[in-house]
């Protein structure tokens, strides 16, 4: 069974940074890829940033080009998400998911998802 856990979330002032951790465990894919999602009061939620196991390939959305940064470690079991100069719109649940497909920012590609992380930020 696929199992993800997202941590690292919080609260910061406008400009200031976080970063999020995701470890994933059961995943038998060979190849695969750990998107980040986020959803904020009231909206859709929205694909943010994806990387597929390899490292290879990673993709993000115009919203946060630039201010944040996806890596994974050397043994491929956790996803970090670097976020920086946050801005107030930033603030969501952030989520994590695996996909057996490539790197998408598209949530229905997506088949096992973690709790989510709340990420709040104030101007």
């Known amino acids: 069974e696929v199992q993800l856990v997202e941590s690292g979330g919080g609260s910061v002032q406008a400009g200031g940074s976080l970063r999020l951790s995701c470890t994933a465990s059961?995943?038998?894919?060979?190849?695969?890829?750990i998107g980040w999602f986020r959803q904020a009061p009231g909206k859709e939620r929205e694909g943010i940033s994806c990387?597929?196991?390899?490292?290879?390939?990673?993709w993000y959305a115009n919203s946060v080009k630039g201010r944040f940064t996806v890596s994974s470690d050397n043994a491929k079991t956790a996803v970090y998400l670097q976020m920086n100069s946050l801005k107030p719109e930033d603030t969501a649940v952030y989520y994590c998911?695996?996909?057996?497909?490539?790197?998408?920012?598209?949530?229905?590609?997506?088949?096992?998802w973690g709790q989510g992380t709340q990420v709040t930020v104030s101007s």
């Open positions: 990387v597929n196991n390899n490292g290879r390939h990673s």
């Open positions: 059961g995943i038998t894919s060979a190849d695969y890829a």
């Open positions: 998911a695996t996909s057996k497909r490539r790197c998408s920012l598209q949530v229905h590609l997506y088949e096992h």
